[in-house]
């Protein structure tokens, strides 16, 4: 199995030697705020790059992503490992669909309101952890999972002016689609290491984007190309980056950290895309960080025997 360590490639000398002796948590922490950076970074080349349909921008910044993977592919052929072939595909053709509507989703709503619906991926694999892993649901934990619920429709405010449609239901609809691949990397991580799944992930993914992108082809402009490039960079950074913080420390003080991408929407959005955050955004955004938080705390006293 790839070690973890071997998704990122190493630092330049004079800040790996600092970074080095930082705590556990402190360097997760340095980890974390990277990911949220680059998440940001992607979701702003997404809406940026509007003009070109989901299809396409999943195409090309997977095409970025692959040209980019495949000298150490070349090298090192057996990193992809060959087994769960099937539960692989099904898993890229779930997040392919998962990116497809959440491309949309940052495309036709503020960047805070996208940023706040994608957290709804933690609520839904309580539901999904019950029927597909056997997992139980306490009291406490289903609590936290109707106020999370109760939070999102808060941030959709129905009985508002705006209208209320299909982009919404696309952020939604991602989160469960991204929380379903989730779930299914506790079923592959016996066969697979962080750096595979990662290759996989891209390569099917890359393959899977071709047909849609067939349908709506549009050939970019030499500048877009190279924001392809960076969203797609941007892509694998944030992934790498979470998934590198939630391994160097302690996963259940580190998780809140991921919330630093909805402040970082907010400011974007304010700044760049004249967005102003609603009431019901902030209300509603914050009902459901506090539900994934208690969730996150809850199975951590289950795992440590304390109910």
Known sequence: MTRPDAVMPPMVPFLSAGFARLTPNLRGAVWMIASAVCFT??????????????????????????????????RKPGVLGSGQLMLLFGRAMTAVAGVLLSYYSFQELPLADANALSFT?????????????????????????IAGFIGVLVV???????????????????????A???VSIKLLAKQHGTFSLLCWSSIL????????????WTWPTPGDAALFVVM????????????????????????????????????????????????????????????????????????????
Not at 133 to 139: S, T
Not at 205 to 216: E, H, K, N, R, T
């Open 205 to 216: 993914g890359f393959l899977l984007s071709i047909p849609p992108a067939i349908l709506v």
């Open 156 to 178: 959709v405010n129905p009985s508002a002016q705006t209208e209320v449609g299909w982009p919404h239901a696309a952020a939604i609809g991602s989160a469960l689609l991204f």
């Open 41 to 74: 970074v992607m979701t702003v080349l997404v809406k940026r790059l509007a003009g070109y349909s989901p299809p396409l921008q999943l195409f090309f910044s997977q095409l970025a992503v692959v040209i980019g993977l495949t000298p150490t592919l070349i």
């Open 232 to 307: 797609g960079a941007a892509s694998v950074g944030a992934q790498a980056c979470y998934i590198k913080g939630m391994t160097c420390g302690n996963s259940v003080a580190l998780a809140p950290l991921d919330y630093l991408r909805l402040i970082f929407a907010v400011i974007i959005g304010v700044c760049f895309f004249n967005e102003v955050p609603t009431l019901s955004m902030v209300a509603g955004g914050a009902l459901i960080i506090v539900s994934t938080v208690s969730i996150t705390l809850w199975e951590a006293r289950t795992r440590s025997g304390h109910p």
């Open 121 to 145: 991926r933690a609520l839904w694999m309580a539901p999904l952890g019950v029927v597909l892993l056997g997992e139980r649901v306490g009291p406490g934990r289903a609590a936290a999972l």
């Open 180 to 182: 379903l691949t989730v």
